[in-house]
C-alpha cells in the first residue's frame, strides 16, 4: 500500500481527506513514485483528456497525437521520483513536457505539410451537432496548423486555462513574450479564418 | 472572450482513445513492478552494507584473542595479515613472502606489489584488516560454539542467531522456484548479523588445530599456489591497470572459487558493467571493476550476489567496494 494510501486511512479519522479523489496531483505522483498504482491511475484519469485534447489540437494528427502523449505519459512514469512539488505544479510540469516533446515532433517533420489534418474528428462531429460551429472549429484548427509552433502553443495552452505566468513557465519565455505570442497568434488566426470564409 | 475563444473552448475535449489508456496504464504498473523490485534491492544492499554493530563487535572481540594467540604461536615475526582482496606480489620468492603465506589464510588471496620488500609489507599491515566477513548462513557449529563462550555476546543475540541458521536450513529443504527471493531476502538479512571472523582462525579455533597444522598447510597451500602461478597471467597486469585508473573511481573485488564456470559466471556479469576484469592467479579469483560512483559499484554488487545467492558455492568471501586510490596506495 502506498503512503497515499495510507494517509488516507489516517487522516480519515480527522475528518481530512479520504480517497485519493482528495489527494492532490503532487501527492498522488510522489505515492506513484513509491510503487502506488492506484495513485498513478487516478492522476492519469484527471488529466488524460486535457492532455490528449492538448496534443490532438497541436499537432493535428491523431497518430502523431497518440504518440506524442504516450511519450508525454512515459516521462511522467519515468521521472516520476524526480519530480519536485517545491519546484512546479503537476500540471504546469505535464503540459511542459507535452509542450517540448510535441517541439521535438515538429523539429522532425519540420518539412512535413500540415495536409494531414485529421483532427476534427468523428468525436467532435458526435458531440457538436452544430454544423456552423462544425464548419468554423475545422477552419480554426486549419488556421491554427499554419502558425508558427511557438504562437500555436501559447495559444492551445491559454485555452486549456493556462495563466500567462503558466504558459511563461511551461514554453520556457518571459511573460511578455506570452502575450505578443498570443496576439500575433489570434490575429493571425482570425485573419486565415476570414480569408477562407 | 473573442469569438474564436469561445469557438475553442466550447468544443468539447477529445476523449483519449481506450488502447491508449490501456498501454499507458499498463507501462506504469511495469515500471512500478520494477521500482520496487528496485527498492527491495536497495533494502537487502542496505541490509548487506549495515552490521548490528553489538554482534558483530563482541564476535570480533571474541575471535580476534584467538587469533592474537594462534599467530603468535604460528609464526615467528608478528607476519603482516592480508585483508580479504589485498594485494599481494609473490615474485619474488623471499624469506617474508614466506612469512607472510604462512601467517596468512590458507584461503587467502595473496597478491603483493612487484616491489614487495619489507617497507611495503610494512604498509600493507597497516592498511589492511585482518577480517573477512562471513554470513551466518554459512556459520559452521564450530563458529557457534565460539559465540557461545563468548561473554560479550548476549543470549538474545544467540538465539537470534541460531533461530536464523535454522530457519535457514528448513527453507533450504522447502525450496522451490517461489520462495527464492523470499529466501534470497533472509540470506541478505543473515548478513546484517554477519560476524568478521578471520577465516584462518576460524578455520583454526573450529578444527582445534594447532599452529604446527596450520603452518604445515599453509606451505601445502603455497606450494599449490606456486604451481599455478607459472600459467599465471595476471599480477602485473593487475597493478598495471590499477595505477592508470582514476584514483577516485571504485573498485569491486570479489573472490570467487577459481573454477571456469565460477569465474566465467561472475567476469559475464562484471563485463557488462565494467571497464576490466581481471583474475588473479592465486587460489582465489580477484576481480576489479572501475565505477563511476560508489552507487554504480554498489548496483552491480548486487546483481552479483542476487545471482550468487542462487548458487552458494560461487563466492566464497563477501565482496567489498574500495577507492582505487586506496588500492593504488598499496602499489606506491
Excluded at chain 2, 563485463?271 to 583474475?279: D, F, L, P, S, Y
Excluded at chain 2, 566464497?316 to 567496494?321: F, G, H, L, S, Y
Amino acid at each position: 500500500m502506498g503512503d497515499v494510501s495510507k494517509q488516507a486511512i489516517r487522516v480519515t479519522l480527522f475528518g481530512f481527506p479520504r480517497s485519493l479523489k482528495a489527494t492532490s496531483d503532487a501527492k498522488l505522483l510522489h505515492a506513484y513514485a513509491d510503487g502506488d498504482t492506484a495513485a498513478f491511475n487516478e492522476l492519469y484519469s484527471r488529466h488524460k483528456d486535457g492532455l490528449f485534447t492538448f496534443t490532438s489540437r497541436l499537432l493535428a494528427q491523431t497518430a502523431a497525437a497518440e504518440e506524442i502523449t504516450q511519450d508525454v505519459w512515459m516521462a511522467v512514469i519515468d521521472q516520476a521520483a524526480k519530480f519536485e512539488p517545491g519546484a512546479a505544479v503537476f500540471r504546469t510540469w505535464l503540459y511542459r513536457i507535452a509542450s517540448n516533446k510535441v517541439a521535438d515532433f515538429y523539429r522532425r517533420k519540420v518539412n512535413q505539410r500540415t495536409d494531414e489534418l485529421d483532427t476534427k474528428n468523428e468525436q467532435f462531429i458526435a458531440n457538436q451537432p452544430d454544423v456552423e460551429d462544425l464548419v468554423l472549429f475545422d477552419q480554426l484548427l486549419g488556421a491554427l496548423a499554419e502558425l508558427p509552433e511557438e504562437q500555436r502553443v501559447t495559444f492551445v495552452l491559454q485555452q486549456e486555462g493556462f495563466t500567462y505566468a503558466e504558459i511563461a513557465e511551461i514554453t520556457g519565455v518571459g511573460a511578455e513574450t506570452v502575450k505578443s505570442r498570443l496576439r500575433y497568434a489570434k490575429s493571425a488566426t482570425q485573419d486565415r479564418m476570414e480569408l477562407k470564409a | 472572450m473573442s469569438e474564436l475563444e469561445r469557438l475553442y473552448r466550447e468544443a468539447p475535449k477529445l476523449k483519449s482513445p481506450a488502447h491508449l489508456d490501456k498501454n499507458i496504464l499498463q507501462s506504469a504498473q511495469d515500471a512500478a513492478r520494477v521500482s520496487t523490485g528496485l527498492r527491495i534491492d536497495e533494502d537487502k544492499r542496505q541490509a548487506l552494507f549495515s552490521w548490528k554493530p553489538g554482534l558483530a563487535l563482541a564476535s570480533l572481540c571474541t575471535v580476534g584473542i584467538g587469533i592474537g594467540i594462534a599467530m603468535h604461536a604460528g609464526t615467528r615475526n608478528s607476519a603482516p595479515s592480508a585483508g580479504n582482496f589485498d594485494v599481494v606480489q609473490l615474485e619474488p620468492v623471499a624469506s617474508r613472502r614466506e612469512e607472510a603465506e604462512l601467517s596468512v589464510a590458507a584461503n587467502q588471496t595473496l597478491d603483493l606489489p612487484e616491489v614487495a620488500g619489507d617497507a611495503a609489507m610494512a604498509r600493507l599491515s597497516e592498511v589492511t584488516t585482518p577480517t573477512m566477513e562471513l554470513s551466518v548462513a554459512e556459520v559452521t557449529d564450530e563458529a557457534v560454539a565460539v559465540m557461545r563462550e563468548s561473554d560479550t555476546v548476549t543470549l538474545a543475540d544467540q538465539a537470534a542467531v541460531l533461530s536464523r541458521r535454522d530457519a535457514k536450513a528448513t527453507d533450504s529443504d522447502a525450496m522451490g522456484g517461489e520462495l527464492v527471493e523470499e529466501i534470497l531476502a533472509e540470506r541478505l538479512s543473515d548478513r546484517e548479523v554477519s560476524m568478521q571472523v578471520p577465516r584462518q582462525m576460524r578455520k583454526q579455533s573450529a578444527n582445534a588445530e594447532g599452529a604446527d597444522a596450520l603452518a604445515a598447510r599453509a606451505i601445502a597451500q603455497r606450494e599449490s599456489r606456486s604451481v599455478q602461478r607459472k600459467s599465471a597471467t595476471g599480477q602485473a597486469d593487475v597493478n598495471r591497470w590499477l595505477l592508470v585508473q582514476n584514483s577516485t573511481h571504485y573498485s569491486i573485488q570479489i573472490a570467487v572459487k577459481n573454477t571456469e564456470s565460477a569465474l566465467d559466471s561472475v567476469a559475464e556479469k562484471f563485463n557488462h558493467r565494467t571497464e576490466k576484469v581481471i583474475a588473479a592467479d592465486t587460489q582465489w579469483v580477484l576481480l576489479h571493476g572501475s565505477f563511476n560512483q560508489r552507487q554504480q559499484a554498489e548496483e552491480a554488487l548486487i546483481v552479483i550476489l542476487n545471482d550468487a545467492e542462487k548458487d552458494d558455492s560461487l563466492i566464497e568471501i563477501a565482496p567489498k567496494i574500495v577507492r582505487i586510490g586506496e588500492m593504488q596506495n598499496l602499489l606506491k
